[in-house]
């Protein structure tokens, strides 16, 4: 007899499902650690009020097909991508989608083996390390070698591409890469793009992002710019974008880092200095425009 949904005496209360499995204090977790991303919240946000509701269903038996979960993350290095899939996983596992909310991160080195033989226990034992969470592969396009036919990377993938059919229910895959080396592994590896059901772009932080990525990262560590100091950063923000491997949020953490040793020098350098909080606390122009980013600048008159 078909059930009649209008006769049904169980009811939902949708903002009280949804705080008791701690996903709002996710997603707003998410925002905090992210600067802008504004698609890709969103998505997460689509996919994470999908998954809540097929888990209400499943209360209320209206089973249905578990729906595939595998994404696919495109987009230059330091966008967030690996920030996100840890969120993605805790999602998933509060939502009783996968039995832990644990992220395995591996690359081509931990999948693919070097000789006959070698691949096949690599690849299983790092699914086996995975099942029950997420498995992130970033950079997945060096999987396959088509110029290589020595290359035992198509083993890995024939094994990968089985038990993301074969335990969808306890694994959720997640491939990372840039955007157009992506297209071209699934192009040439068409039982990949079938099975992926999530396909999210991150874009490039806009510089004003950059800047707001950066005094985030300052206040959490307990510093902060002078006034001149921010803005030489903006013009160092600027002219490294310019500049070849531009990693995004990395870079600007690894220029924060940077900025930081030469304050520690600059205020060593006096050791009969009082110090205050605040001047432990401040970087000053000169510690950002010291970086060799500078040293092609026209408008600098010096460089150290």
Partial sequence: MDLDIADMTNTVNLREELESVGIVEILAQLDRELIGLTPVKTRIREIAALLLIERIRKRLNLTSEVPTLHMSFTGNPGT???????????????????????????????????????????????????????????????LYRPDNERDYGQEAIEILLQVMESQREDLVVILAGYGD?????????????????????????????????????????????????????????????TQPLFSNARSIRNALDRMRLRQANRLVADLDRVLAADDIMSLEASDVLASRVFLNDGSMTSSA
């Fill in 181 to 241: 080396r992506m297209d071209k592994f699934f192009a040439s590896n068409p039982g990949f793009r079938s099975r992926i059901a999530h396909h999210i772009d991150f874009p490039d932080y806009s510089e004003p992002e950059l800047l707001a990525i950066a005094e985030l990262m300052l206040r959490d560590m307990n510093y902060k710019f002078s006034a001149d100091a921010r803005e030489a950063f903006i013009r160092y923000i600027a002219l490294r974008k």
């Fill in 80 to 142: 967030g991508k690996t920030t996100v899939a840890l969120r993605i996983a805790s999602i998933l596992h509060r939502l009783g989608f996968v039995r832990r909310g644990q992220v395995v991160s591996v690359t081509r080195d931990e999948l693919v083996g070097q000789y006959i033989g070698h691949t096949a226990p690599k690849t299983k034992e790092v699914l086996k390390k995975a099942m029950g969470g997420v498995l992130f592969i970033d950079e997945a396009y060096y």
